[in-house]
C-alpha cells in the first residue's frame, strides 16, 4: 500500500509541475497542451484505482491455488531429481528392434536385460469321421479359439557381452498341464512352465558353452522360432520326432560371421521322443518319452543321452536362417544340415522290465534350407531306429524287438507382394507300430499323409504382427501322427468289425500373432 500511495503523490505532484511549467512557458497552445496534461493525469488516476483495488482483495491467492502450485512445484523438483539420479548412474533403457526389443543397460557394459514377448491366438475348425462308432464316439466336428502360445523372454548379459542368458515362462492352454511334464507354476486360472532356461559363455574365437534347459540340436524345424514358421503350426512330423527342451551342456563351435560351418554338441538328461513306446491295444496309439523337461536329477533316468548338429552355409548370413520364410528384398541364402540323437532310457526302480519297455534309439536327419529373396523352399528328412528290451509279438505270428521310424517334409512360400506370402507343404511318415496291434481287424494308425496350404499377412511388411490362414488334409487316419497343439485329432476306431473310419479328417486355423 505505500508503494501505491507514493505512485499517487508522485504522479500528482508530477502534473502540478508539469501544468505550473506550462502556464509559466504561455503561448498559443498552453490550453491545448493543459487539456493533454489532463487527460494524461486521468489515465494514471484509473491506473491507481485499479492497484488500490487488487490489493484490497486479500483472497487473491487462494489456499486452492496455493495447493495447486506447491503440487506443480513438487512435480517439477521430483521430475528433475529422477533426471538427476538418472543421469548420474548412466542407466539407459527404452525399446530398439535391433538389441532386442525393450531393455535396460548399464553405461559401463557390464549388464543387459532384454525383455519380449509372443502372443499367438488362433481360431480352429477340425472335422473327422466318427460315424457308426456308438454313442460314445467323439465330436465329428469341433471348433472354439485358443491362446496356442503366450510367452515372455528375458535375455540379456552379466559381467560383459560373453556371459548370457535367457529364462522363458509361458503359459498354458490347458490349466494345470505342461506339454512334456515337469514342474508348474499357477496363479489363478494361469499355469504355466518355463523353457528355457540357460547360461551361456561365448569365448569370442567361434567357440561357446551352453548350460540349463534349452532346444537340443536336432531337428531344424523345431530349432527354428514357433514365430518364424510358414503355417500355423509346425507338421506331426516334428511333433513324433523333434528332442524338444532337455537339461545339459551344449558346445558349439563356428557359426560367425564369414564362417561357413557350424557344429552343435548336446550332452545330458533324456530328450523326447513321442509314438517310440509299443501300443498297449489294438486301437490305441503308441506312446512316447516325455524328456526332462523341468525335472529333478533322478527323474526319467538315462544311461546316456547325446544330440549334435553340423550346418554348412553355402551362401548368405546365419542370421537369415532363423525364419523359414525369405521375404522381398532379402539376400538370397541356402544352407544343408545334419543331425544326430542317441540316448538308452533305464526304469526308476530296480524290478524287472517286460519286453515292450524301451530300451535305447538314435535317430538320423538331413535337411536343406534355400532362401531366394521373396520366395523360400525348405525339406527335410528324418530316420529314427527304437530298440525294446525283448521280442514282442507281432501280426502273423511273429515277433520283433525294434521299430523303424521315418518322416520326410517338403514346403515352399511366395511373396505376391511385401505383405502377402502363399506357402503349401506335404509330409509323411510312419512309426512302425501297427505291426504290434495283433488283435483283428488290424487297425491302421501308424502312419502321417498331409497336405497343407495356406497365406500369411504380414501387417507393415514384418513378422511382428502376421496373420496366418490355412487348410490341412489328412489322407491317411489320424492315430500315432496326433498332436492337439496342432489341432489335429485322433480319428475314431473300432475292433467290432468296422476296423476304423476315415474319410479324411481335415483342419483349418486362422492365427493371429504379436511380437513385442
Sequence with gaps: MHAIENFTWLAGATTLGLVGTVSALGGDDTAQQIAELRAANAALAAKVTRLEQAAGNENWLTEERANEIRAIVGDVLADAQSRDSLQSSGMTGGWNKDQGGFFLASPSG???????????????????????????????????????????????????????????????????????????????????????????????????????????????????????????????????FTTKFAQGLQFEFGGRAGDQWRALAYYGDGMRANATSVPTSATGTAGGYAGSYTTGFNSNLTDYAFAGRVEYLGQGQWKSMRDLNSYIGDEKAWMIGFGAMTQALRPTNEGPVTASTVDSMWGLTVD?????????????????????????????????????????????????????????????????????????????????????????????????????????YAFSPIGDFNSSGADWLGDGSSTAGTGFTNDGQWVIRTQMQLLF
Aim: cysteine-free; overall charge negative.
Design 110 to 240: 557390464d549388464f543387459k536385460l532384454n525383455i519380449k514377448g509372443q502372443v499367438q491366438v488362433r481360431w480352429a475348425y477340425n472335422q473327422r469321421d466318427n460315424e457308426g462308432l456308438g454313442a460314445t464316439a467323439s465330436k465329428e466336428s469341433a471348433w472354439g479359439f485358443e491362446n496356442r502360445r503366450t510367452k515372455l523372454t528375458f535375455t540379456g548379459f552379466v559381467l560383459d557381452p560373453s556371459w548370457t542368458y535367457e529364462v522363458k515362462p509361458v503359459f498354458n492352454r490347458a490349466p494345470g498341464s505342461v506339454t512334456g511334464g515337469g514342474a508348474t507354476f499357477s496363479s489363478g486360472n494361469i499355469t504355466g512352465s518355463v523353457e528355457d532356461i540357460w547360461v551361456q559363455k561365448d569365448y569370442g574365437n567361434g567357440m561357446m558353452w551352453r548350460v540349463g534347459q534349452f532346444k537340443t540340436p536336432f531337428l531344424r524345424e523345431e530349432l527354428v522360432s514357433s514365430s518364424s514358421q510358414l503355417a500355423a503350426e509346425r507338421s506331426l512330423v516334428n511333433d513324433v
Design 368 to 472: 536343406a534350407t534355400y532362401h531366394l529373396g521373396g520366395a523360400t523352399l525348405f525339406a527335410y528328412g528324418v530316420y529314427r531306429q527304437v530298440q525294446l528290451t525283448g521280442d514282442v509279438a507281432t501280426r502273423g505270428g511273429g515277433s520283433d524287438d525294434s521299430m523303424d521310424q521315418w518322416g520326410a517334409v517338403v514346403q515352399a512360400g511366395y511373396f505376391l507382394n511385401p505383405t502377402v506370402e502363399l506357402f503349401a507343404r506335404y509330409e509323411l511318415g510312419d512309426t512302425d507300430t501297427d505291426k504290434f496291434r495283433v488283435a483283428e481287424p488290424g487297425v491302421e494308425l501308424e502312419s502321417d499323409s498331409i497336405a497343407t496350404v495356406g497365406f500369411n499377412y504380414f501387417f507393415g511388411g514384418t513378422k511382428d504382427v502376421k496373420w496366418t490362414t490355412d487348410l490341412g
